[in-house]
């Protein structure tokens, strides 16, 4: 209809009808709005919701006083916060460019063409990809037991690449055993922990890890901002290591961005440690408990579902594979990650949110269960 066969209709009308019949459409309008309901994203171990304010004030102003220039990279500040936080001394904490950035300059600058990553499987797809990406071999091992992690290595393994917890199957290889790994493992081999999930775990200090850095130089962990903090969008995260990791031809000093990384970045990030640090704690203990009930809750509708440490929950559906568990999550307005990218199709990881995302989970699955 034009514009003018769409007045015409109104000229047998009085003003009245006319004002009662654009209101009943709106009406209508606002109904199947309200009646959208957008999916729910489970699939993803980034946190959902938006920084605080003095996060985004802080990068702010440090966009306005010089987004012009180049970044200076200066990170003293935030390395003397999280050193602050983690009791350390700040020569011990390298600034990257998020968990992945770290990553990727351990394997670049530790392995050369043709040695070999012991790594767990499943497990983060980018393990492998960065053991590629340095010409060296991946060795999958299945999952974190340290027995298996041995017998795994050999005289061309030059590095172990734990995660810790791991992703997505939130195993966790605990720091007494970590700490006896290392004690077995040659001289030779490099373990760099990536514990971008370690805010979430409950089963020990969450900076247990951190104490073995003491005694053990060729240990590295690796941290983010991109989960439990909330600030993926940074691209931001930190290596800590021993005070031998941190000497002029350590482990730590080699993780280093040639250029620093952004000054943004590195404003929102301070202002995260600075200010946000107990409302992260406190965040990462409702996802710690909503796990625990979430997973009970899983298993009483006859899923199979994995202890975990992270925030996530590795689950399996009788009679369905992953491919099959997503599809039908998916229909049911609930998005999940199948295990098919890891090499496990008959898992999918479930990010656990809060109560109201839990509900409509379990309404999905219900479903899916038949019931």
């Not at 990406?133 to 290595?153: H, I, K, N, R």
Request: charged share 25%; aromatic share 4%.
């Amino acid at each position: 209809m034009g514009l003018f066969g769409h007045y015409k209709q109104f000229e047998a009308l009085s003003e009245e009808e006319v004002n009662a019949g654009l209101r009943e459409v709106a009406r209508e309008r606002r109904s199947q709005a309200l009646a959208r309901i957008e999916p729910l994203d489970l699939s993803r171990t980034t946190w959902p919701e938006l920084p605080s304010p003095e996060i985004v004030s802080a990068i702010t102003f440090a966009a306005r006083r010089g987004l012009h220039r180049y970044a200076e990279g200066r990170d003293s500040d935030l390395r003397e916060a999280l050193a602050a936080r983690h009791q350390l001394a700040p020569d011990r904490i390298v600034i990257g460019e998020g968990a992945s950035g770290l990553l990727q300059r351990a394997t670049h600058e530790l392995l050369d063409a043709g040695d070999e990553v012991v790594l767990p499987w499943p497990s983060y797809p980018l393990y492998p990809l960065l053991a590629r990406d340095a010409q060296a071999v991946p060795v999958p091992v299945p999952g974190l037991d340290p027995e298996q992690l041995l017998e795994a290595v050999t005289p061309r393994t030059r590095m172990l690449l734990l995660g810790g917890p791991n992703d997505p199957t939130g195993d966790l290889l605990p720091a007494g055993a970590l700490g006896e790994l290392l004690e077995r493992l040659p001289e030779r081999v490099v373990v760099i922990v990536d514990e971008a999930l370690r805010e979430f775990v409950d089963a020990e200090p969450v900076d247990a890890t951190i104490r073995l850095t003491d005694r053990f130089p060729r240990l590295v962990l690796v941290r983010s901002f991109s989960k439990a903090w909330g600030l993926a969008g940074l691209r931001c995260g930190y290596a800590i290591g021993g005070p031998a990791a941190a000497q002029p031809g350590g482990v730590l000093p080699m993780l280093a961005p040639r250029l620093g990384i952004g000054d943004l970045s590195l404003a929102g990030a301070l202002a995260a440690v600075r200010s946000a640090g107990p409302a992260i704690d406190a965040r990462a203990r409702r996802i710690v408990r909503e796990r625990a009930v979430l997973g009970g809750q899983l298993r009483a509708l006859g899923a199979t579902v994995r202890p975990s440490q992270s925030c996530t929950l590795w689950v399996r559906a009788p009679g369905l594979d992953a491919g099959g568990l997503r599809s039908q999550l998916e229909r049911g307005g609930v998005i999940v990650q199948s295990g098919d990218a890891v090499g496990d199709a008959s898992h999918v990881r479930i990010t656990v949110q809060d109560e109201a995302a839990s509900a409509r989970l379990l309404r999905a699955f219900e479903a899916v269960a038949g019931r």
